[in-house]
């Protein structure tokens, strides 16, 4: 019955849709799509790249996902890993799913993303 994930959603604090915008769009490289009117006035944004789809709302009070948390399966991860370190971003290597590569990073919010090497 499932098909495909249609998108993530992940919150962020109050007023915080700029950091967020630079964050998914700036150093990730996704595009912002409008949201729909209906719900525009809940704040928060939404972010696209081809069949990716990440929206971030706003949550209060906020409290960042340490645990839980997206995987993005990249085209290539060291260069990502290099660029976000250069950008103050820790880069957790974790070497438990070989022969596939993989890290951890968090978003300026400190929500846990997870960045993996494409197969």
Known sequence: MLLTLDHIQLAIPVGEEA???????????????VKPDTLAGRG?????QGGLAVHVGVEEPFRPQQKAHPAFAVTDLDRLAAKLEQLGYAVQWDDKLLPRRRFYTADPFGNRLEFLANL
């Open 19 to 33: 950091a967020a915008r630079h964050f998914w769009c700036d150093i990730l490289g996704l595009t912002e799509v």
């Open 44 to 48: 928060g944004c939404w972010f696209e």
